[in-house]
């Protein structure tokens, strides 16, 4: 049995579960969130609490025990509280700015890079940290944002100039270690 899949999930005040079939409803005060889940779940709603339960004698009904739980767990929290992904930008000139609710990003290239957010979405830009946020109720779509913007400009081994996430560590390489410079041979 899925030690993840058999934990209740707790549904905080000021939210909404509802449960039809296979699909779950969650309503919060950051928005609303559908999903259908496999039929092999038994998704029920008790007091303040979900529970998920699996058939272990259907095929594959133990790989979807945990994941369906986590992913309604996920689900109420960002109609709660939201997720929110940081990234940092290094490099000399490096510089990301808000146009409306546009991210325009300045890493480096003839032209800036232009990100308008999906809906749901928010960006947030600090000027002193260099620091961008992506906020929003969906867990899975901010950090597939936060990993495309990454992937403009990604930190690079010899001087860590680029877009990494807050607390990335970057594995650093040693420069060339020329024998010389210039000069008689």
Do not use: C, W
């Amino acid at each position: 049995m899925s030690r993840i899949g058999r934990l209740p999930v707790t549904i905080p005040a000021g939210v909404q579960v509802d449960i039809k079939g296979s699909e779950v409803t969650v309503k919060g005060p950051r928005g609303e969130m559908k999903r259908l889940f496999s039929p092999l779940m038994d998704i029920k709603k008790e007091d303040n609490q979900v529970n998920v339960t699996a058939d272990y004698n259907m095929e594959n009904a133990h790989a979807l025990h945990g994941t369906t739980r986590a992913l309604i767990n996920n689900m109420v929290t960002g109609v709660s509280t939201g997720f929110t992904v940081v990234l940092e930008i290094n490099g000399v000139g490096y510089r990301a700015e808000m146009d409306g609710p546009k991210l325009m990003m300045y890493v480096g290239y003839s032209h800036p890079v232009v990100f308008e957010p999906p809906a749901g979405i928010s960006y947030e830009v600090e000027l002193k940290t260099r620091q961008v946020k992506i906020i929003g109720a969906d867990r899975e779509l901010v950090g597939q944002i936060a990993a495309d913007i990454r992937k403009i400009r990604p930190p690079e081994p010899y001087l860590g100039k680029g877009i990494k996430y807050l607390g990335e560590t970057i594995r650093r390489k040693a420069g060339k270690a020329g024998k010389g410079k210039g000069g008689k041979k």
